[in-house]
């Protein structure tokens, strides 16, 4: 036994050797492997956190143009806005400066607008029938002093037309643009007015002769900022709504409204007769309410809905009308 058991201890020791070297090889394979995963755990936990870091700083640069964004679209609102508010004042401005031209035009719109030594000559197609300067009378037409700012029809004795008594009572004032528009077809702004002058067709006589006739109204000094004078718009007809063709069905369709005031039968109960007129001074007169040289109301409120074609049937229509 006592020769065994050295033998037996050192062959067990052996043994446990071996087990304990093969232990200690598998378990360091074991922890190796193990280390392995751990950091293969790890470097993916790390390329998750790099992924989702990425992810946060492109989320905040999204959200930073975002708000760039909104800044954007909250000025492009804002300059609309101004836009919009500032287009509805300047058509306000537009409005009330062709609804007065006389109290609203600022002076900076005033335009030298003629020779008045040029216009005295033009003038002498005026003087068989009117004088003007001092101690002028009226003639066959009135006297002239003083034209700018004056009522129309305004000299009292005066026999003036029905027509154009009429529109001095709606408020006709002579500026610059209305005497414009009247000397150049005096039948274009007063339908009915008696003053028989074919006109002046050339804007430049026009000019020289108002600029003649501004000398004697009230501060000729002020030619041509003073406010009567000021801007003077371009009324002239454009020929192709002259030319359009009128449908008289459709403007009898479009005459129910006009009849209620107007008698179809032209019967004149101070409201003026519209029928058998020619077409063409029918249209002149109804864009002239419309372009709010002529200052009735209530006619350049109608007018002003009607467009062109509705214009034209309606002359096509009262212009065949018979009694
Ligand atoms: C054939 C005569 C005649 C000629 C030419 C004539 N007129 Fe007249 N004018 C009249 C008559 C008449 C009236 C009144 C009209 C009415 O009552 O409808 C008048 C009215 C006027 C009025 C309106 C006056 C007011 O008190 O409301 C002005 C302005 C005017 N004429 C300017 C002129 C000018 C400028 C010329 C020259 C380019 C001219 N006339 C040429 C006869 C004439
Ligand atoms: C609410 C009543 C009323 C209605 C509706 C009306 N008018 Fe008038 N119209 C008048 C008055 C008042 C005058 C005179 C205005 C003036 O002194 O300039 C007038 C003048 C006119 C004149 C110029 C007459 C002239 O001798 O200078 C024409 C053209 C005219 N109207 C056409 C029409 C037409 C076309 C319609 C329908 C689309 C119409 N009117 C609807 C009241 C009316």
Same mark, same amino acid.
Not at 106 to 114: I, Q, T
Not at 164 to 175: C, F, I, N, P
Not at 253 to 259: P, Q, T
């Given at each position: 036994m006592?020769?065994?058991?050295p033998l $037996?201890? &050192?062959?067990?020791?052996?043994?446990?050797?071996? =087990?304990?070297i093969a232990?200690?090889?598998t378990?360091r !394979?074991?922890?190796?492997?193990e280390?392995?995963?751990? !950091?293969?755990?790890?470097a993916?936990?790390?390329a998750?956190?790099?992924a989702?870091?990425?992810?946060?700083?492109r989320?905040?640069?999204?959200?930073?143009?975002?708000a760039?964004?909104?800044t954007?679209?909250?000025?492009?609102q804002?300059?609309a806005?101004?836009?919009?508010? *500032?287009a509805?004042?300047?058509?306000?401005?537009?409005a009330?400066?062709?609804?007065s031209p006389?109290?609203?035009a600022p002076?900076e719109?005033?335009? @030298?607008?003629?020779?008045?030594?040029?216009g005295?000559?033009?003038?002498?197609?005026?003087s068989?029938c009117? !004088?003007?300067g001092?101690?002028?009378e009226?003639?066959i037409?009135?006297? =002239?002093?003083? #034209?700018?700012?004056r009522d129309?029809?305004?000299i009292?004795?005066?026999?003036?037309?029905? @027509?154009?008594?009429?529109m001095?009572?709606?408020?006709?004032?002579?500026?610059l643009e209305? $005497?414009?528009?009247? #000397?150049?077809?005096?039948l274009?702004?007063?339908s009915? &007015?008696?003053?028989?002058?074919d006109?002046?067709?050339?804007p430049? *006589?026009r000019a020289?002769?108002?600029?003649?006739?501004?000398i004697?109204?009230d501060?000729?000094?002020?030619i041509?900022?003073?406010?009567?004078?000021a &801007?003077?718009t371009?009324?002239?007809?454009?020929? *192709?709504i002259?030319? #359009?063709q009128g449908?008289?069905?459709?403007g009898e369709?479009?005459?129910?409204?006009c009849?209620?005031c107007?008698?179809?039968?032209?019967a004149? !109960?101070g409201?003026?007769s519209? &029928? =058998?007129?020619?077409e063409?001074?029918?249209?002149?007169?109804?864009?002239?309410?419309?372009?709010?040289?002529?200052?009735?109301p209530?006619?350049?409120? #109608?007018?002003g809905?009607l467009?062109?074609?509705e214009?034209?049937?309606?002359?096509?229509?009262?212009?065949? $009308?018979?009694?």
């Amino acid at each position: 036994m006592s020769k065994t058991f050295p033998l $037996l201890a &050192t062959s067990l020791g052996g043994v446990a050797l071996v =087990l304990g070297i093969a232990y200690g090889v598998t378990s360091r !394979q074991h922890r190796d492997a193990e280390i392995d995963m751990l !950091q293969r755990q790890v470097a993916s936990i790390e390329a998750r956190r790099a992924a989702e870091a990425e992810i946060v700083s492109r989320e905040a640069a999204l959200n930073e143009r975002i708000a760039e964004l909104e800044t954007a679209l909250a000025a492009a609102q804002e300059e609309a806005e101004r836009a919009a508010s *500032e287009a509805t004042a300047l058509a306000a401005a537009a409005a009330s400066a062709r609804a007065s031209p006389a109290a609203e035009a600022p002076a900076e719109v005033a335009v @030298s607008f003629g020779d008045p030594t040029a216009g005295e000559e033009v003038f002498m197609s005026c003087s068989g029938c009117h !004088q003007v300067g001092q101690g002028a009378e009226d003639g066959i037409g009135p006297q =002239l002093n003083g #034209i700018f700012g004056r009522d129309a029809a305004g000299i009292e004795g005066f026999p003036y037309s029905q @027509s154009l008594t009429r529109m001095g009572a709606d408020g006709l004032v002579w500026t610059l643009e209305t $005497l414009d528009a009247y #000397i150049e077809n005096p039948l274009a702004l007063v339908s009915g &007015t008696r003053m028989s002058f074919d006109g002046l067709p050339d804007p430049q *006589e026009r000019a020289d002769l108002l600029a003649f006739l501004r000398i004697y109204s009230d501060s000729p000094a002020n030619i041509p900022e003073a406010p009567a004078t000021a &801007t003077a718009t371009d009324h002239d007809l454009d020929p *192709e709504i002259l030319a #359009i063709q009128g449908d008289p069905e459709y403007g009898e369709y479009l005459a129910g409204e006009c009849v209620t005031c107007h008698q179809a039968s032209g019967a004149n !109960q101070g409201i003026p007769s519209i &029928t =058998l007129w020619p077409e063409e001074a029918f249209v002149v007169a109804m864009h002239a309410y419309k372009q709010q040289l002529r200052p009735h109301p209530v006619m350049q409120m #109608i007018a002003g809905r009607l467009n062109n074609e509705e214009i034209a049937a309606l002359a096509a229509y009262f212009g065949q $009308l018979s009694e």
